[in-house]
């Protein structure tokens, strides 16, 4: 029994610290946001069925989200502000499959899984001031840039069912980057510009270029009435506008320039060919939960330049000619507060796959079109795509909502022509260089010609918090 007695007080000696002080989150007698310490969530879990039938000609076998179950836009967010100086620090997080990181996986060249990863969405510090009139705010960090506006203002009310229409169609590498902004408010007008590295928030500086992005947006948001907002607002962006090496685009070194696999050449280009130059104008309407419109487009102009071979001085350059590449989007939602039915229709230069390209060369046309000596007209690259969209959506809670949709994506090829697939008889995927050739010689396995349109049914939730 002696010994028994001891054995407990030794226990309750060692475990006595492992009761430590009760952790304060609030102030005694104050509310729970005393502090300003402010936590939120974004759920998106996702269901997509891709249309599969005879006269698309593939199963499309590649490891993707565009079939099964998914989580395309998880965040989880924490921010402290402090009102009396009007500083505020946020830091968001998101979730997102491997592959969109490297091309080490399934979906990629690799053969590694794909499972989520944690990466930083936001991390930045903020300053907040007035002068008169006009309210400023400086941001220090990784934000979101300027073409994300609709998204965080209400404007396009659907990120969680696909990326916003900007976004979509590239006006920027990626939704955020690492940088500085400032904002400038002045009644219903505002101004903000951002210097950031360009890469995006994935990448690191000197991963495409060695310069910096300069980003600029103006708006303008009358205010009509309580119910009713409009808006209007032209955004610009530079890449590589400054701060660059005159000597960057050498062969290998940035995706400027490729490598030709050749020893015996070095191969460098001028800076203005990883330069380009985009501007977009958009404008919406907002009116109570029942109506919301929204119009805009987007150009974008990669500069030309020239390319030299250092080991051969003497020969002479080969001219890259510039190009450009034109798009514009509409989005239509309709409802009551409860129901709402949306319609979304994006078209632009490039294709299959949505973002918009670079490709029409105005040196090639039409002067040269029908050049002496040349066998087929030098028309510019036709490329482009159509993507539709429509869905129906149900406000379960006023920070819940579901919502069922049909989106499809067509294609057209560089000669303004639909892009096809490619079947053979055993079931393979082929091109249209074989398919083409099995007319002139023998082929094992005949080759047959599809239609290529992606539908997709989706079935979204949202949940922020």
């Not at 419109?293 to 330049?305: D, F, H, N, P, Y």
């Not at 082929?430 to 997709?456: A, C, M, W």
Request: glycine letters at 10%; one cysteine or more.
């Amino acid at each position: 029994m002696k010994y028994n007695f001891q054995f407990l007080i030794l226990l309750y000696l060692f475990t006595f610290s492992l009761f430590g002080e009760e952790v304060v989150t609030t102030k005694k007698d104050e509310p729970d946001g005393y502090y300003g310490l402010k936590l939120g969530a974004i759920l998106t879990p996702t269901a997509s069925y891709r249309i599969r039938d005879k006269a698309s000609g593939t199963t499309d076998l590649s490891p993707s989200d565009k079939a099964g179950f998914s989580m395309p836009w998880t965040m989880f967010s924490i921010s402290k502000e402090w009102e009396n100086t009007g500083i505020k620090t946020e830091f968001w997080g998101e979730i997102l499959r491997n592959d969109a990181l490297t091309n080490d996986t399934l979906a990629g060249t690799g053969n590694k899984s794909n499972p989520y990863v944690f990466l930083v969405r936001r991390a930045n510090i903020s300053k907040t001031f007035e002068l008169g009139n006009t309210k400023h705010q400086i941001q220090f960090g990784m934000f979101e840039l300027p073409h994300m506006f609709s998204v965080w203002s209400g404007n396009y009310d659907w990120r969680y069912f696909d990326k916003s229409p900007l976004e979509s169609l590239g006006f920027a590498k990626d939704p955020v980057d690492l940088g500085i902004n400032y904002i400038l408010r002045w009644k219903s007008f505002s101004v903000q510009t951002a210097v950031v590295n360009g890469e995006g928030y994935r990448n690191t500086q000197n991963t495409t270029n060695t310069g910096y992005d300069v980003i600029g947006k103006l708006g303008w948001e009358p205010s009509w009435s309580e119910n009713l907002k409009t808006g209007l607002h032209l955004l610009g962006r530079a890449s590589n506008a400054f701060g660059y090496a005159s000597d960057e685009c050498r062969e290998g070194k940035t995706s400027c320039l490729a490598s030709d696999g050749n020893p015996a050449t070095r191969k460098q280009g001028s800076v203005s060919l990883n330069q380009e130059q985009v501007i977009a104008v958009e404008s919406h309407l907002v009116w109570k939960d029942i109506l919301n419109l929204g119009l805009g487009g987007m150009a974008k102009k990669q500069l030309g330049g020239q390319i030299v071979d250092r080991l051969a001085p003497y020969q002479p350059a080969t001219m890259v000619p510039e190009s450009t590449g034109r798009g514009a989007y509409v989005w239509a939602g309709l409802g009551n507060g409860t129901i709402r039915l949306v319609a979304r229709g994006e078209i632009a230069t490039g294709g299959p796959a949505p973002g918009l390209r670079a490709t029409e060369v105005v040196e090639r046309e039409p002067w040269l079109r029908f050049k002496p000596g040349t066998t087929d007209p030098l028309y510019s690259n036709q490329s482009y795509y159509i993507s539709r969209q429509i869905f129906a959506e149900w406000f379960m809670t006023p920070s819940a909502r579901l919502a069922l949709g049909y989106t499809e994506v067509r294609s057209y090829d560089s000669k303004g022509e639909p892009n096809k697939w490619y079947v053979d008889s055993t079931g393979e995927a082929s091109n249209r260089v074989e398919y083409i050739e099995q007319f002139s010689k023998p082929v094992s396995h005949p080759i047959s010609e599809y239609g290529r349109l992606d539908r997709t049914i989706v079935l979204k939730a949202t949940a922020t918090f």
